[in-house]
């Protein structure tokens, strides 16, 4: 229909790590979800035939934005220690959701790549979590 209006929340999306919402997204993007590699690279030969590579590679890097102050900082923390120091490696699923839209991502096997820099000052501040998962069940727009 057209003129349709349409409503976006930031509050009505939900990520769910393991089995524990994670809370306490910083202001400004605060999930970000990315294809580590590229679905189709192409090459042109001298002579101008072009070929294509299609990657088999699933794999998409989550970045998550959170407020300093967040609970979910500590589960995080948790996942991130417990597959460090397991020595065979320990993943999470991961899912997210747009409750008022279509976006949904779903992935059984989750984990974090990379810890939070730490930084203080007179702000709160944000940590940024690095992701990375394997091939996702659910990855829609």
């Known amino acids: 229909m057209a003129g349709e209006v349409k ?4 509050g009505k999306y939900i990520l769910i790590a393991g089995s524990i919402p994670i809370k306490g997204f910083a202001n400004g993007t605060f999930i970000s979800i990315a294809s580590i590699s590229d ?3 192409s090459q042109a030969g ?3 035939e072009i070929a294509r590579a299609i990657s088999a590679d699933k794999r998409k890097r989550i970045t998550i934005t959170l407020q300093h102050t967040s609970d979910s900082n500590s589960v995080l923390n948790g996942f ?5 120091a397991s020595g065979a490696g320990i993943m999470f699923p991961l899912y997210a959701q747009d409750l008022l839209g279509s976006d949904k991502f779903a992935v059984a096997q989750a984990w974090v790549q990379k810890k939070p820099d730490r930084e203080f000052g007179t702000d709160i501040g944000n940590r940024v979590w690095v992701i990375e998962t394997g091939e996702p069940s659910i990855d829609l727009l």
């Open 46 to 48: 001298a002579d101008g």
């Open 39 to 41: 679905a189709v690279t």
């Open 7 to 10: 409503n976006y929340n930031p």
């Open 80 to 84: 991130a220690s417990a597959d460090s």
